[in-house]
């Protein structure tokens, strides 16, 4: 159980386009979802928190009016890169958290999407 | 202070040893606290969550929380060449989850 799917797993755009990343838990609903994103060799940075039904809530630092977070139902969350630039090549993570019964939350990553900018 | 610290390493184990992992966060609130392994260009996976003061075992991997020192720790006993990879540590926080930067491991065969 708890599985979570991202798609594409890897893009490859020009410079100015827009790229969209699906976010889906598989077998669990998600009333929360995080955006990450990673550079090479460096630590996972959180982006934005994604909760079902209401607006996301951003990390400092990063434009919201760049990385748009849609989180339209209980199993799937879309992060749309508008404009892309080459700094914004990165490994952009999301993660689907699962609510315990009697025990504590838990996070579950999906596979990742790698964006290239040219 | 950071509020989830890990040494960076590399930590280097031969084959079959224990690997010992640690990490010291900075609150008395955390309730949650889990340990995830990272092998390069993947994702996060989890390997444990443990929420009581004590150890936590499953399989080979062993959590130990001690919320009194604000310390996490986790051990892989009969380490394998597969298990290396970036081991994070992380804590919930409010609304969201806070990780370490991760201690890469290394087990030589």
């Known amino acids: 159980g708890a599985v979570v799917s991202q798609h594409p797993s890897r893009v490859i755009c020009k410079s100015g386009t827009s790229v969209k990343i699906e976010c889906r838990s598989l077998?669990?609903?998600?009333?929360?979802m995080f955006w990450y994103r990673q550079f090479p060799k460096q630590s996972l940075m959180l982006m934005a928190t994604?909760?079902?039904?209401?607006?996301?809530?951003?990390e400092q630092g990063v434009e919201k009016d760049k990385f748009l977070i849609n989180h339209a139902s209980l199993t799937l969350s879309t992060l749309t890169v508008t404009s892309a630039h080459p700094e914004d090549s990165s490994f952009y993570i999301c993660?689907?958290?699962?609510?315990?019964?009697?025990?504590?939350?838990?996070?579950?990553f999906g596979p990742g999407t790698r964006l290239t900018v040219l | 202070q950071k509020e989830v610290e890990q040494n960076s390493g590399p930590l280097s184990v031969p084959e079959g040893a224990i690997a010992s992992l640690n990490c010291t966060y900075s609150?008395?609130?955390?309730?949650?606290f889990f340990w995830y392994r990272q092998y390069s260009g993947k994702s996060p996976e989890l390997i444990m969550s443990?929420?009581?003061?004590g150890d936590k075992e499953d399989g080979r991997f062993t959590a130990q929380l001690n919320k009194a020192s604000q310390y996490v720790s986790l051990l892989i006993r009969d380490s394998q060449p597969s298990d290396s990879a970036t081991y994070l540590c992380?804590?919930?926080?409010?609304?969201?989850?806070?990780f370490g930067t991760g201690t890469r491991l290394k087990v030589l065969a």
């Open positions: 993660s689907a958290e699962q609510r315990g019964v009697g025990l504590g939350n838990e996070q579950f």
């Open positions: 077998d669990f609903q998600a009333t929360t």
């Open positions: 994604s909760n079902e039904g209401s607006k996301a809530t951003y």
């Open positions: 609150d008395r609130v955390s309730q949650s």
């Open positions: 443990i929420y009581s003061n």
């Open positions: 992380a804590k919930s926080g409010t609304y969201k989850y806070i």
